[in-house]
């Protein structure tokens, strides 16, 4: 039986990949830091099932010892602080856990077992202020936010340490993917979270920032594959994961008050605290070497994936469902 290690197990993608990786026979431990409050909302199916340690990117010492105790086959870390707006609140903690965590990470690899795997979780934030359409692996960077800075930095140490140390470290460039289980600061979840509460009469307004920035939205759940056929290689790689559509957030808009017999027009209200001080206007992927080199393709379809958040929203609001994170941080 594989040990599979997810730093970031109690995130979005954190839940489905241990999912996956169950499904698959490994062992999974999931790397927790310590809360004063549960954080483990869309993992508690899991619970019984994988083994959480504590650890925090910031702490070396707590990454050496779980890889000492747990000699994992393969590391995935998804750990990170995900959200661009508040990369720009807290610039340092950002660099500290998105950059400098994937180099403690490595380098305890490194000290501990430089054959055990590792994923890092890199993203299309880093494409930025995009210098080609569609983008790919060759696309130079040129990142607009603290965050995608940060993603920068953990793709190129990923890079540089299978280059200088022979580790086999994946970079699995992703672009956005979203899920019922997206966290409530995100626009996708955001506005489906809204459209619910709005078509039950819970609220009136959804008040959003850039209505024109488009994204190549796809499913986590199909990502999660691709994190694990990225590891499964004779080779260590960087690889594109995307749907190549994109989409504008105002065709998101559309799509999911439409579908409950509502009007964005109505309910949709500008708010320039949403605005961003650098935005990221376009990002559309071109996953040809995914699709040719790992056999991968999303299954859902952008109007699925809005309808379903929609769905789990209403669910939610009406008593019939519980995995949906409550938390809003912005
Ligand atoms: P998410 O829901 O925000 O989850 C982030 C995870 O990181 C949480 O488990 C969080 O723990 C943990 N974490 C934060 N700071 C930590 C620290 N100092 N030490 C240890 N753990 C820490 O993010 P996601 O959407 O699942 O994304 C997973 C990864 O993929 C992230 O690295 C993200 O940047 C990257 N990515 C995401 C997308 C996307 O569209 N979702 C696209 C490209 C790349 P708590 O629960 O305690 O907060
Ligand atoms: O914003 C616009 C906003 O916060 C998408 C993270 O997972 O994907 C995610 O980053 C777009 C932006 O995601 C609101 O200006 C309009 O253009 O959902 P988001 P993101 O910034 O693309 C990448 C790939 C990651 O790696 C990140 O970790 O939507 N937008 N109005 C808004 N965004 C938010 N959050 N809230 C609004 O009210």
């Not at 594989?2 to 995130?11: D, E, Q, R, Y």
């Not at 431990?29 to 909302?41: H, K, L, M, P, Q």
């Not at 019984?48 to 994992?72: K, R």
């Amino acid at each position: 039986m594989p040990t599979a290690l997810v730093t970031g197990i109690t995130g979005q993608d954190g839940s489905y990949l241990a999912e996956l990786l169950l499904a698959k026979g490994y062992k999974v431990i999931g790397v927790a830091r310590r809360s004063s409050t549960v954080t483990s909302e869309r993992i508690m199916h899991l619970l019984d099932d994988i083994t959480i340690v504590q650890g925090d990117l910031h702490d070396q010492g707590s990454l050496l010892s779980f890889l000492e105790e747990y000699n994992p086959d393969e590391v995935y870390n998804l750990a990170a602080q995900s959200f661009v707006p508040t990369s720009w609140n807290q610039p340092a903690l950002t660099g500290d856990v998105t950059a400098l965590g994937v180099t403690r990470l490595l380098e305890a690899i490194r000290f501990v077992n430089p054959k055990i795997k590792m994923y890092q979780a890199s993203s299309s934030e880093m494409f930025g202020k995009v210098v080609e359409v569609p983008q790919t692996e060759a696309t130079p960077f040129y990142p607009r936010s603290p965050y995608g800075v940060a993603k920068v930095y953990g793709h190129w140490i990923t890079v540089n340490y299978r280059e200088s140390f022979n580790i086999f470290a994946v970079s699995g460039i992703l672009f956005n993917h979203e899920s019922p289980r997206r966290g409530l600061e995100f626009v996708t979840r955001k506005i489906s979270d809204g459209v619910a509460k709005i078509k039950l009469g819970l609220s009136k307004d959804l008040h959003l920032g850039n209505l024109e920035a488009r994204r190549d939205w796809g499913f986590a759940g199909d990502y999660v594959q691709a994190m694990w056929l990225m590891m499964q290689q004779d080779h260590p790689d960087n690889y594109v994961v995307g749907t190549g559509e994109t989409h504008s957030v105002r065709e998101f808009c559309e799509i999911a008050f439409g579908y409950v017999g509502l009007d964005y027009k109505d309910h949709v209200v500008k708010d320039d605290r949403f605005f961003r001080p650098a935005e990221v206007d376009l990002l559309v992927s071109d996953p040809s070497k995914a699709h040719s080199q790992l056999g991968w393709k999303p299954s859902m379809k952008f109007p699925d994936l809005v309808k379903m958040m929609v769905d789990s929203d209403l669910a939610h609001y009406k008593g019939e469902k519980a995995i949906t994170p409550r938390r809003v941080y912005g």
